[in-house]
């Protein structure tokens, strides 16, 4: 099992800067790639961005590329994701997810937070 809880959420105006974290406890964090996925009123979850166990490789969805940052500190069981030009269409609630494997699927993860919320305003 992995507990995953998410922080650093708010309301922030359009072209403001936020940084999520995601503490894990449980199980060891180097197993599992880690994942963000955010979910705005009326729509599907939808994928945001991926890092592999050791940091090497990542994944953005277009919409947050060049915008979005996400790292990890497996010393503190920590993945971040830095959001920086942020715009109101980026307002949801915000996931972090943990993988077997790293995929952009929802589907494939196995243990989610409870989420955080981020309202960006015009």
């Known amino acids: 099992q992995v507990q995953l809880v998410e922080s650093g959420g708010g309301l922030v105006q359009a072209g403001g800067s936020l940084r999520l974290s995601c503490t894990a406890s449980?199980?060891?964090?180097?197993?599992?790639?880690m994942g963000w996925f955010r979910q705005a009123p009326g729509k599907e979850r939808e994928f945001v961005a991926t890092i592999s166990w050791s940091g090497g490789t990542i994944y953005y969805a277009d919409s947050v590329k060049d915008r979005f940052t996400i790292s990890r500190d497996n010393a503190k069981n920590t993945v971040y994701l830095q959001m920086n030009s942020l715009k109101p269409e980026d307002t949801a609630v915000y996931y972090c997810?943990?993988?077997?494997?790293?995929?952009?699927?929802?589907?494939?993860?196995?243990?989610w937070g409870q989420g955080t919320q981020v309202t960006v305003s015009s």
């Open positions: 449980g199980r060891s964090f180097t197993s599992y790639a």
């Open positions: 997810a943990a993988s077997a494997s790293q995929t952009g699927w929802a589907k494939d993860y196995d243990y």
